[in-house]
């Protein structure tokens, strides 16, 4: 289990890494919105512990943003202990919060209660497995058919997207924001490219009982039977 510490101020920051190492979780640090939220696309959080004032974007903001696209777990931090503020994490989509000064052993507790709520299925996230076809989080391992396959970075970070979320259409330019970059700057068809490749790939391998298909005028999307 990997937790995402947030928290501007370095001592804090430290403070719960700290207890979360203790308490046998790897853990992830950000200091801004902005690098919680390129790390919760790019890593496999299980948790995140998400402070509410932080520079570049807010916690509240960063909460919005990753309730677009993704359920884990959001453990907000207040240092007012606001009626406002509780109530506004718990509206946007945070599933519980604690407030400054804390006792690291009761956020702890607090992230270990959140995480026993959520279904055994969602906790077992080692491997994704759809059709004849598994995909392990752990060591980037892809397997068709019980036989490896060779994949790049790219084709196996947009093959974990769509397995991730299966039946959503992801446009273009999302999975360009997504797994190139907002700065990208190069060919603009470098996503067809890759989802050509990957597609090719995977077919080539034996894939059944699942496809990445073309949305036409949308995008692509995953199709399969877990």
Same mark, same amino acid.
């Given at each position: 289990? @990997?937790? !995402?510490?947030?928290?501007?101020? *370095? =001592?804090?920051?430290?403070?719960?890494?700290?207890?979360? $190492?203790?308490?046998?979780?790897?853990?992830?640090?950000?200091?801004?919105?902005? $690098?919680?939220?390129?790390?919760?696309?790019?890593?496999? %959080?299980?948790?995140?512990?998400?402070?509410?004032?932080?520079?570049?974007?807010?916690?509240?903001?960063?909460?919005?943003? &990753? /309730? *677009?696209?993704?359920?884990?777990? &959001?453990?907000? &931090?207040? +240092? /007012?202990? $606001?009626?406002?503020?509780? %109530?506004?994490?718990?509206? %946007?989509? +945070?599933?519980?919060?604690?407030?400054?000064?804390?006792?690291?052993?009761?956020?702890?507790?607090?992230? *270990?209660?959140?995480?026993? /709520?959520?279904? *055994? $299925?969602?906790?077992?996230?080692?491997?994704?497995?759809?059709?004849?076809?598994?995909?392990?989080?752990?060591?980037?391992?892809?397997?068709?058919?019980?036989?490896?396959?060779?994949?790049? @970075?790219?084709?196996? =970070?947009?093959?974990?997207?769509?397995?991730?979320?299966?039946? @959503?259409?992801?446009?273009?330019?999302?999975?360009?924001?997504?797994?190139?970059?907002?700065?990208?700057?190069? =060919?603009? @068809?470098?996503? =067809?490219?890759?989802?050509?490749? !990957?597609?090719?790939?995977?077919?080539?391998?034996?894939?059944?009982?699942?496809?990445?298909?073309?949305?036409?005028?949308?995008?692509?999307?995953?199709?399969?039977?877990?």
């Amino acid at each position: 289990m @990997r937790l !995402l510490i947030a928290d501007d101020n *370095k =001592d804090i920051r430290d403070i719960l890494v700290a207890a979360a $190492e203790a308490s046998d979780f790897e853990t992830v640090a950000a200091a801004n919105g902005k $690098e919680v939220l390129d790390l919760v696309k790019q890593d496999n %959080i299980s948790l995140l512990l998400l402070d509410v004032m932080m520079p570049i974007m807010d916690g509240f903001s960063v909460c919005r943003e &990753i /309730r *677009k696209s993704s359920d884990v777990p &959001i453990i907000m &931090i207040t +240092a /007012r202990g $606001e009626d406002y503020d509780r %109530i506004m994490g718990l509206e %946007i989509g +945070a599933d519980d919060y604690v407030v400054k000064p804390f006792s690291p052993l009761e956020v702890m507790a607090r992230v *270990k209660a959140v995480l026993r /709520r959520l279904p *055994k $299925e969602e906790m077992d996230k080692s491997k994704i497995a759809v059709g004849n076809l598994l995909l392990f989080k752990d060591n980037g391992e892809v397997q068709i058919g019980g036989k490896a396959i060779s994949l790049t @970075r790219k084709e196996y =970070d947009l093959l974990y997207l769509f397995l991730s979320h299966p039946q @959503r259409v992801f446009s273009r330019d999302e999975l360009l924001d997504r797994l190139w970059g907002y700065e990208y700057t190069g =060919d603009l @068809r470098t996503v =067809d490219t890759h989802i050509r490749r !990957l597609r090719a790939k995977l077919t080539e391998a034996g894939l059944a009982g699942a496809a990445l298909t073309t949305v036409w005028g949308r995008g692509y999307q995953w199709e399969g039977t877990e």
